[in-house]
Each structure stands twice: as structure tokens, then as C-alpha cells.
């Protein structure tokens, strides 16, 4: 994917489709019931006490999705890639985009695997 930078040099960035990591993580037939159950017991619980917010799901603009939808998050990483050899440091500066499903329980959600990039841009 070419990509501008603010002086108008060209440079390119790497896209990884987010619909195919999905389909890689929700293939799982295991996982998908484990979400769904984790999502029911999020909203069982904030039905039970109003003043607790489980998921983001349960915030004023959560309420507007419905059961069918999967909430996901993005991050941003900037990193420095640098040869510990040379006498310039950070010189080649990156971003990484990154998500994580909300919906997935938090057993699953610290670990590395359920943390997917999406692009990495110089």
C-alpha cells in the first residue's frame, strides 16, 4: 500500500485484511461458544448491577450493536529498528496496527495469539 508521509515523500506500508484473521480465529468452534458465553455473562452481570460497566459493550454507544456484532479493538505500537553496530540509533522508525477482540474471554485476550496485525507502516 504506498503511503505519504508529511514531506510528500512516498514510501509503503503492509495491509494484512482483518477478515482473514478473523476467520483464522473464529474457525475454532470451541472459541466461538466460549465468546458467546463470555458475552452473555457480561451483560447477566451488568444486568444484575447498572453502576458496573463489564465490557465496553455495555457504554452508550456499545448498546447501539446487537448480540451479532464482535467488538473490536485497535492499537497503535511505534517501534525503533535499530543496528546496535552503528552510530545512527532509531533510524528507521515504525507503526504497527494491531487488534484484539473484545468479546474474547480474558484467559484468551493477554495472550499473543489473539493479538493480530493488521498493518506496519515506516
Known amino acids: ?13 503492509y495491509f494484512i485484511p482483518i477478515e482473514n484473521s478473523l476467520s483464522l480465529i473464529l474457525s475454532s468452534q470451541q472459541l466461538c461458544h466460549e465468546i458467546l458465553a463470555n458475552s452473555h455473562k457480561q451483560q ?9 460497566m463489564f465490557s465496553i459493550r455495555e457504554s452508550y454507544h456499545g448498546l447501539a450493536l446487537d448480540n451479532n456484532h464482535l467488538l473490536i479493538q485497535l492499537y ?14 532509531d533510524r528507521h522508525k ?5 487488534f484484539t477482540l473484545e468479546d474474547i ?6 495472550k499473543l495469539d489473539f ?4 498493518a506496519i507502516c515506516e
Open 94 to 98: 515504525m507503526s504497527m496496527i494491531y
Open 76 to 89: 497503535i505500537d511505534d517501534i525503533g529498528l535499530t543496528n546496535p553496530l552503528g552510530s545512527k540509533r
Open 44 to 52: 447477566t452481570l451488568t444486568n444484575l448491577d447498572n453502576d458496573l
Open 105 to 110: 474471554p480474558d484467559t484468551y485476550r493477554s
Open 1 to 13: 500500500v504506498p503511503v505519504l508521509s508529511a514531506g510528500g515523500d512516498s514510501d509503503f506500508g
Open 115 to 118: 493479538t493480530q496485525l493488521v
